[in-house]
């Protein structure tokens, strides 16, 4: 009787072991939130090549290659949009290879472009930092990399909501696309995300001064983040980091804003 009531003990405890071990979040590398800006304030043909730039990215075997060189050999990615609100455009995806990688750049070319008014990049961080918390996986490294042609204009100002992002271990990577189109920009967009958006350990940015730059500049930072290489390695001539500036008012998007209402 002992000898049975052992084996029943021993079988419970194996499915028990099971259960844990599929109830387990999966390793991955990288857990990587990739939060594109689709305000008013981006033309259809910059949010066209925008699009275009992480399509042709996720098929180039430079960043196959990438995600298959980590420890794990994979990679969690999800596709977001946002301008004053944010929608998850793409579902939290599994990268190992060159067949996943070109499965979620076909999914991302078939979406639909769209556009949403304001421009929160608290609202869009706030909205990542969710994601992270809903996904079945387990990341090495969590980064949100985000792009945008304006400063924050609506909700929490943007330090609070970068600083709230990093102090849950979070990397914030910024694109600030700075071609010069609309009354929503400033000329200096690449200092601002600098000092109130981007942060963590590692964290870095590329500007894109011109529509041309978007392809190259979205491979190069996404080789950049899933890879680890450092920033200097790979960065293109056309392509610098903003000048740090100890001082920057965080605010200037905000008050651009007051000033609209009240004109």
């Not at 995300?193 to 190069?220: M, T, W």
Request: hydrophobic residues 40%; charged residues 25%; contains cysteine.
């Amino acid at each position: 009787m002992k000898t049975v009531c052992g084996l029943a003990v021993a079988a419970l405890a194996l499915l028990g072991g099971r259960a844990e071990a599929e109830n387990r979040p999966l390793a991955v590398d990288l857990e990587l939130v990739l939060a594109v800006d689709v305000s008013y304030s981006m033309e259809i043909d910059e949010q066209r090549s925008q699009r275009t730039g992480y399509v042709e990215a996720f098929l180039r075997p430079e960043i196959v290659e990438a995600i298959r060189s980590g420890p794990w050999g994979r990679i969690a990615v999800t596709y977001v949009e946002w301008g004053g609100t944010a929608v998850q455009v793409l579902p939290w995806t599994l990268i190992d290879g060159r067949e996943t990688s070109a499965k979620f750049a076909e999914k991302l070319r078939q979406q639909p472009l769209r556009r949403i008014s304001f421009t929160s990049i608290s609202n869009a961080l706030a909205f990542s930092r969710r994601l992270f918390q809903l996904n079945p996986y387990a990341g090495r490294r969590r980064v949100i990399d985000i792009s945008g042609d304006g400063p924050n204009n609506a909700g929490t100002p943007a330090p609070v909501a970068r600083n709230n992002t990093v102090a849950q271990g979070i990397v914030i990577d910024g694109l600030p696309i700075m071609l010069n189109r609309g009354s929503a920009s400033i000329p200096d967009l690449d200092a601002y995300f600098k000092e109130c958006v981007i942060g963590g350990q590692g964290a870095f940015l590329l500007r894109v001064s011109d529509i041309d730059q978007f392809s190259e500049a979205i491979f190069r930072k996404l080789l950049t983040e899933i890879s680890g290489l450092t920033l200097s390695r790979l960065l293109l001539p056309s392509l610098h980091l903003a000048d740090y500036r100890p001082v920057y008012n965080c605010f200037v998007g905000e008050e651009m804003h007051e000033r609209r209402i009240r004109e």
